[in-house]
């Protein structure tokens, strides 16, 4: 930032990661900020855990004899890469990352509403990643992240059942964080901090809480049977045993189609935050966007069945599920239009956050367009189970979730660790993952269209042009991704001190100096005016 | 390495229509996206920071403007949704006058039979411009049946049948492909649809080994299990007679009444006690187990067989 505020002071005071010191002292903390902190390596390893199985698909897939692993090491590499990036990098990301650190920040909170919960709620997640770490070690899971049955329970000689436990257990971690993130928006807002002064990242976290409470359940309940079944031969989906395989997709996809939105919510309440801060504007249509998560969280529960056009299920269900998700898509839209026209009059710098912001909405705008492809029903006929599917939800939650998260990492990095990243490598970085995405996703929604279906090994050869182009764009990609590990741990010792407000933000969270006090705030701030009021903050400027 | 192709071959009747309203979907996503790319990149360069732009008379919403970037969005998806709904039914649908052909994937083969007694493994001939409804089964997982030349796609789920239909339009060699992933070797769960010009076709059906027919196989599996014993065309057995079954309406136990079609038949076979026939003692066994999906397909196309004429949808 070149307009170095006037109040900037160097903080040497007391603050929430010098208050004390020692591993017990991060192990048994209550603080949201650690255990904020505590998620962040965590799920910072298992996304690169979860990337090195992804790399090595792609080098795989370079021939079409797939010649450098055995089909069955590669039905493993997949299936871990999907289930360690979605259960243990994306669900928990926004959320227990940058939720945990900022919602009570944002509110005038000292902390969330039960935080011994909220750190039970972390050991429920490294348990669970415990268990699927032991399953990948011990030998791997092949029945792809989705456990179909019957393949599931009577077919794969796999690690299936530690795998389950460990999604299993993490799920009441999803559950907990929900349950405290309701109950702290509710019950612990400073005085003044009404329902429509709330930051809008605190909108989308309160409806992504909501699926978390509702959803989580019925995933555990089909994990279960899904055990059962394994375990003792309770005749629940094996048609054999007398079961019904199509009643496990309809109970995993009641959760699994929500759990996108548990993803790309929190994204775009980063999104909510970020443009209008760097456009210095109030952001368009406040309420629509706040209104819409809260339409995409409900709406979101109706649509799961369009992963099974042509599993089987009735046509006549088909139908519904198509115009269902045909409507979700519309609050989606509407926050699109709405960030756009954000932009207009505003008075926009390009710093690293908004950068990412920018990337975001290109590659959210494609993923969600790309959805309506998949809702059309005899197009999706066509390319479900193929590449373009593939693509579509990396667009989604690899374009969008993670793009909004590494812009939220960047955008809260001062308040967080109280120093300044290098500007330059964090926007070659923004660029780089940008560029290194769609070279690998882009050829992708070709290949659907081709027919190549999803999860092979090897492939026909006229295949393979857009193939290569794939692995080429995903060894860019893990540049742009090793990238921020670097500089950020580089910043979080010799990076310049941040001041509390480097980006003159206007969220209650950088009233506090950077880094915040192990209470966040000396008194409890009152809030006087809506979000985003960017423009009495210029004109006090001036 | 190949030349880069971007588009699929096509070779079917329902293929049209779903690159149509491909062309419809790829027309309206890239007018949206190059709509907002094309704003952002305006705005995010004439009013960049230091730009002297006019930057009065700020609005914070505008209720018409949003209600048109939802609603016209909206109409615009109800032309997908339609349009897309009315293909999905056509694709479910088979035309009366389609011919059957019986497909049971197994891992990791696709074993397929014409009613006329040839049998094909990861390998289907049919000739171009006669409709053909395949009868899926699965032995042991979910499989699926995808054509990406015909634009179609169908889970083979274990335990039901499930159909698709298609009329192939142009004479050649297109993929197969098992699109549902089943385990260590799906990726091999391919094969080849020869779409042949029909005197070639003759040619190729007479050619092979004569093989007897399903419904004949069908009739020594009826026989051999002990089916006729009690399954007496005159309706003197112990069971119903299953002489122009096919088609009908069977009332039930308990006053409902169902449509015996494939898939009706299939589960008075392996769960004989969820289907029990209105007026007939609950002696029936199950064959669950017992034969295997092959036999079984031919069971039902001799049932089928009984009563000539009768062409349905399932």
């Not at chain 2, 649809?193 to 076709?201: E, N, S, T």
Request: proline share 6%; charged share 10%.
């Amino acid at each position: 930032m070149s307009t170095m505020p006037a109040e900037l002071e160097i903080h040497t005071h007391e603050h929430y990661l010098n208050a004390s010191y020692g591993i017990r002292s991060w192990l048994l903390t209550t603080d949201h900020k650690r255990i904020a902190l505590l998620y962040l390596a965590s799920i910072t390893f298992m996304f690169f855990v979860g990337g090195a199985f992804a790399v090595l698909m792609r080098l795989n897939l370079l021939t079409p004899e797939g010649e450098m692993v055995s089909a069955e090491t590669y039905n493993k590499l997949f299936t871990m890469h999907g289930l360690i990036m979605i259960f243990f990098f994306l669900i928990p990301s926004i959320p227990a990352v940058l939720g945990n650190f900022v919602i009570p920040l944002m509110i005038g909170a000292r902390d969330v509403a039960f935080p011994k919960l909220n750190l039970l709620s972390w050991y429920l997640f490294i348990t669970g990643s415990g268990f699927a770490l032991y399953s990948a070690i011990a030998g791997g899971v092949d029945t792809g992240w989705t456990f179909y049955t019957p393949f599931s329970t009577a077919y794969s000689n796999t690690h299936v059942l530690s795998m389950a436990a460990g999604v299993f257990i993490t799920g009441f971690s999803s559950i907990l964080t929900g349950l405290n993130f309701v109950v702290t928006i509710h019950t612990m807002r400073a005085p003044g901090l009404t329902w429509y002064r709330l930051p809008l990242f605190l909108w989308s976290l309160y409806a992504t809480s909501v699926i978390f409470i509702l959803g989580t359940p019925v995933l555990a309940i089909a994990l279960l049977l899904l055990g059962l079944e394994r375990l003792f031969g309770v005749g629940i989906f094996n048609p054999s045993l007398g079961g019904d395989p199509i009643l496990f997709q309809h109970l995993f996809w009641f959760y699994s189609h929500p759990a996108v939105y548990v993803m790309v919510l929190p994204a775009m309440g980063v999104i909510s935050e970020v443009i209008p801060c760097f456009s210095r504007k109030r952001i368009f249509g406040y309420k629509i966007i706040a209104f819409s998560s809260m339409a995409i969280a409900i709406i979101g529960f109706l649509v799961w069945g369009h992963h099974m056009f042509v599993s089987g299920q009735s046509i006549y269900a088909g139908l519904i599920f198509s115009f269902l998700s045909y409507l979700v898509a519309i609050p989606s839209a509407i926050k699109v239009f709405n960030w756009t026209a954000t932009l207009y009059k505003g008075t926009i710098s390009y710093a690293t956050p908004m950068l990412y912001a920018f990337g975001f909405i290109g590659l959210f705008t494609m993923g969600g367009l790309t959805g309506l492809f998949l809702a059309a029903l005899a197009v999706d006929v066509h390319v479900t189970d193929t590449y373009f599917v593939v693509a579509h939800f990396h667009y989604i939650m690899v374009g969008g979730a993670v793009m909004a998260y590494l812009g939220g990492i960047h955008y809260w990095w001062p308040k967080i660790s109280g120093r300044l990243y290098p500007e330059g490598w964090a926007k070659l970085s923004a660029l780089v993952v940008f560029l290194g995405f769609n070279l690998t996703f882009f050829p992708q929604f070709i290949l659907g269209y081709l027919g190549m279906p999803r999860r092979y090994h090897s492939y026909p050869a006229e295949f393979q042009v857009l193939n290569v182009m794939s692995t080429a764009g995903a060894s860019i990609l893990a540049v742009g991704y090793l990238m921020p590990l670097v500089y950020l741990i580089w910043s979080m010792r010799y990076g310049p001190l941040a001041p509390a407000n480097p980006w003159q933000a206007t969220g209650l969270e950088w009233q506090t100096p950077s880094p915040p006090p192990e209470h966040n705030f000396e008194q409890t701030p009152v809030v006087t005016r809506a979000p985003y009021a960017y423009d009495e903050m210029e004109e006090q400027r001036v | 390495m190949q030349q880069l192709p971007l588009f699929p071959n096509r070779a079917s009747t329902i293929g049209t229509g779903v690159d149509h309203l491909y062309f419809y979907l790829v027309g309206v996503s890239g007018f949206f996206s190059i709509l907002i790319f094309t704003l952002i990149f305006v705005f995010a360069i004439k009013y960049r920071r230091r730009s002297p732009a006019d930057r009065a008379q700020q609005i914070a919403g505008n209720v018409p403007l949003e209600l048109a970037w939802a609603l016209i969005p909206f109409g615009l998806e109800m032309i997908m949704f339609f349009w897309g709904a009315s293909l999905y039914f056509r694709h479910y649908q088979a035309p009366r006058d389609a011919e059957d052909i019986y497909v049971v994937g197994k891992q990791w083969m696709w074993k397929l039979q014409h009613p006329e007694g040839p049998r094909e493994i990861n390998e289907l001939h049919v000739p171009v411009g006669r409709p053909f409804r395949l009868i899926l089964a699965s032995e042991d997982v979910i499989h699926s049946f995808y054509v990406p030349a015909f634009r179609i796609k169908q889970d083979a789920v274990p335990g039901m049948y499930t159909t698709e239909w298609f009329q192939a339009t142009s004479v050649g060699k297109y993929h197969l492909f098992c699109a549902e992933y089943c385990g260590t070797n799906h990726s091999r769960m391919t094969g080849w649809i020869y779409v042949m010009d029909p005197a070639d076709y003759q040619n190729w059906l007479s050619g092979g080994a004569p093989g007897e027919s399903m419904a004949a196989a069908g009739a020594r599996h009826f026989s051999r299990l002990g089916c006729a014993g009690c399954h007496v065309p005159d309706n003197t057995g112990r069971g119903p007679s299953l002489v122009g079954l096919y088609g009908s309406q069977v009332r039930l136990v308990g006053g409902r009444t169902a449509f015996a079609d494939d898939s009706y038949i299939r589960a008075c076979i392996m769960t004989p006690s969820v289907n029990r026939v209105a007026n007939y003692p609950p002696i029936m066994p199950t064959f669950r187990g017992v034969i295997s999906e092959e036999e079984l397909s031919q069971i039902v196309e001799y049932i089928k067989s009984l009563n000539q004429g009768a062409r349905i949808q399932p």
